[in-house]
């Protein structure tokens, strides 16, 4: 399976997951000019918006790992565009993220809640 695929099917597994728990799945791959959401949930009063990441091995780190103080940056600024688009800037929203292990049904499936509160003023 190419690297591409690995990763649709990790947000697929993802959206599955997030399903079971009780999110409510708004977009996949919500794109604006400051980039791209993996998933915009809501759950509990909260949007959230969530980061997918897949990894095969550990080898270049683990998946939280990859979520980089920029990457969280970045989030934060496509994040804001989808509320303020909508007209729910005001609106109380979290950042989650769903690493996805190498195999399905490994249960190497993790659901972070409230992963990371971005600095988006920084650059």
């Known amino acids: 399976m190419d690297k591409g695929e690995f990763g649709r099917q990790g ?37 959230v918006f969530v980061e997918v990441k897949s990894r095969s091995s550990e080898e270049k780190g683990t998946a939280l790992e990859a979520v980089t103080p920029r990457k969280q940056r970045k989030l934060a600024r496509v994040a804001q565009q989808f509320l303020i688009e909508r007209g729910l800037s005001e609106r109380p929203c979290r950042f989650d993220v769903v690493a996805i292990g190498s195999s ?13 509160v971005p600095d988006a003023g920084r650059r």
């Open 11 to 47: 947000e697929k597994r993802a959206a599955k997951a997030l399903r079971g728990r009780g999110y409510k799945i708004l977009a996949r791959n919500y794109r604006c000019r400051h980039g791209e959401i993996d998933i915009v949930a809501f759950e509990n009063g909260e949007f």
């Open 104 to 116: 399905p049904g490994s249960g190497e499936d993790e659901i972070v809640r409230g992963a990371f």
